[in-house]
C-alpha cells in the first residue's frame, strides 16, 4: 500500500537519478527518477511523493504537485473590458402540491409497477453484481501474487504426569537420589556421593557407602527414563500438526534409546511418531519450495533469499533449477545502484543461504558506507567473491559469523524485597 512521504532532495546522480532523505531527518533515504520531479528542482527541495513501502526498499511512484500558497484560493480573471454585472439566483421552494400523494393504506403510484406481471425480479433474487478492478488509467490490474502466511510453529511443552507417578511410588530416601540420576546419569550420583563423603571426613564422621546407593540408582534409572520420554512423546502427539519439527524428531530420536526401546508400552506411541514425522518432513519441504518461488514470482527477492537458508531438515539439497533462478534475481538486486541499506539486508541473509558462492555482482555499489564495509568484512568467510569487490582479504581460518539475531525488548520487572534463603537439601543424597 502506498502512502505519501515529504523528502529532500540531497544531490543529483550522472545516470538521472536524485539521492533523497525524508525531510528534516536522516532516513529514511532511497533514489528516485529524475523523469518524475519538476523541471527547475535543485538540491534541498523539499517535495511531497507517494511511494510503495515493502520488505525491498522504497519505490517512489509520482511526485505530488503542491498549491502556490502565495495566490489565493479563489481568483477571478476577467477576459474583457465589460463592466462586471453580479449574477443572483434564487429557487423556489417546492409546494406540497407538486408532490407525489399516495393513500396511506394504498401502493404508491409514482414508481414503476412492480407487481406479480412484472419482469423485474425481487433484489434478493438478482445475482451479485461483478466489477472489474480498474486502475488510474481505467485498465484492468495485474494480480497481486499472495504469498501465504505460515503459523508460528509450536515448541514441545510436556508435562511430568509419568515422571511424577514413577517418583510417588519410590519411598522418600530414595527420591532425590532418583531425581539426580535422572538428570545427569549414574555419573552424577558417584559425583554427589563423593563430594558428600569429602563433606564428612573433614567433618571427622564416618563415609557413606556408594555400592548401594549406586545400586539403587542403576535399578530406578530404566523406570525414570520411559517415563520422562512418554511425557514428551504424549506432549508431541497432542500438537502433531503444529510442532516444531526439531522438538519432533528430538522425541523421536528419544525413542532410539535402549532404555525406552526394552518397554513394551512405548512401541506402538514411538511408531506413530515416526510416521507423522515423515509426513510432516514431506509437506514441510513442498511448503517451502512453494513459497519460494511464489517469492521470486513476487518479486520478493529477498524474502525468497531467507527463506532459502531456513530448510525443514538440515542437509537437504537445494535445487539446482531454482537456486539458478534465485542467484540471478540476488545478482540482479546487488547492483551498482541499489543502496548501501540494500546491499546490507541481501547479504545478511545470502551469507546463510546455499546459494550464497553461486551469486557474484557485477560491482561494488556506487555509494559505499562504513556500516556496509563492516559487514561485509565479517561476513566475508562466506562470500569471499563479493569481499573481494570490496578489496577486502579473508584471512585463513577465519571463523564462521552467525546470523544477527533482533535483539529482545527490554522489560521493567518490579523488585521484590528480599528474603533470606532456604538452604538447599535436595542435593544431598543420603536424605
Do not use: C, Y
Request: avoid cysteine; charged fraction near 30%; glycine fraction near 4%.
Amino acid at each position: 500500500m502506498s502512502r505519501r512521504l515529504d523528502i529532500e532532495l540531497t544531490s543529483a546522480r550522472d545516470d538521472g537519478m536524485w539521492t533523497w532523505r525524508a525531510a528534516g531527518a536522516k532516513v529514511p533515504k532511497g533514489v528516485v527518477e529524475s523523469t518524475l520531479l519538476p523541471g527547475e528542482s535543485k538540491v534541498g527541495d523539499v517535495l511531497k511523493i507517494e511511494a510503495d513501502f515493502d520488505i525491498d526498499g522504497i519505490t517512489v511512484l509520482s511526485v505530488v504537485p503542491q498549491r502556490d500558497k502565495s495566490q489565493k484560493a479563489t481568483f477571478l480573471q476577467l477576459i474583457d473590458d465589460k463592466p462586471f454585472t453580479g449574477v443572483t439566483e434564487k429557487l423556489a421552494k417546492k409546494a406540497k402540491s407538486d408532490r407525489p400523494q399516495r393513500d396511506k393504506r394504498g401502493p404508491r403510484t409514482d414508481r414503476p409497477d412492480r407487481s406479480e406481471n412484472s419482469d423485474r425480479k425481487p433484489r434478493s433474487e438478482r445475482p451479485p453484481r461483478q466489477r472489474e478492478p480498474r486502475n488510474s488509467e481505467n485498465k484492468a490490474t495485474a494480480p497481486v501474487v499472495q504469498i501465504p502466511e505460515r503459523p508460528a510453529a509450536k515448541r514441545l511443552k510436556p508435562n511430568r504426569k509419568h515422571r511424577s507417578a514413577v517418583l510417588q511410588s519410590l519411598p522418600t530416601e530414595q527420591r532425590s537420589v532418583a531425581e539426580r540420576a535422572l538428570s545427569g546419569g549414574i555419573r552424577a550420583v558417584r559425583e554427589a556421593i563423593k563430594t558428600q563423603n569429602a563433606q564428612l571426613k573433614a567433618e571427622g564422621k564416618s563415609e557413606i557407602k556408594a555400592d548401594g546407593l549406586i545400586s539403587m540408582a542403576q535399578d530406578i534409572l530404566p523406570k525414570l527414563r520411559v517415563a520422562e520420554w512418554l511425557d514428551k512423546a504424549e506432549a508431541a502427539k497432542r500438537d502433531l500438526a503444529v510442532l516444531d519439527l526439531r522438538d519432533l524428531r528430538a522425541v523421536v530420536v528419544g525413542a532410539d534409546d535402549p532404555m525406552v526401546v526394552r518397554d513394551e508400552t512405548t512401541r506402538e506411541l514411538a511408531g506413530e511418531l515416526k510416521v507423522a514425522l515423515k509426513q510432516r518432513q514431506e509437506t514441510e519441504m513442498t511448503q517451502w519450495l512453494d513459497d519460494i518461488k511464489l517469492a521470486l514470482s513476487a518479486s520478493r527477492v529477498l524474502r525468497a533469499i531467507k527463506l532459502s537458508g531456513e530448510p525443514p531438515k538440515a542437509g537437504v539439497l537445494f535445487p539446482v533449477d531454482l537456486g539458478q533462478q534465485l542467484a540471478k534475481a540476488a545478482a540482479d538486486s546487488l547492483s551498482n545502484e541499489a543502496s548501501s541499506d540494500r546491499w546490507i539486508a541481501v547479504l545478511e541473509a545470502l551469507a546463510f543461504s546455499p546459494i550464497r558462492t553461486a551469486v557474484k555482482p557485477l560491482g561494488a555499489p556506487q555509494a559505499t558506507t562504513d556500516a556496509l564495509r563492516a559487514t561485509v568484512k565479517r561476513l566475508a568467510p562466506l562470500v569471499p567473491q563479493i569481499a573481494a569487490l570490496f578489496a577486502i582479504e579473508v584471512s585463513p581460518g577465519a571463523q564462521t559469523p552467525r546470523p544477527l539475531r533482533t535483539p529482545r525488548p527490554k522489560r521493567d520487572f518490579k523488585r521484590k524485597p528480599k528474603t533470606a534463603k532456604v538452604p538447599d537439601t535436595s542435593a544431598d543424597v543420603t536424605n
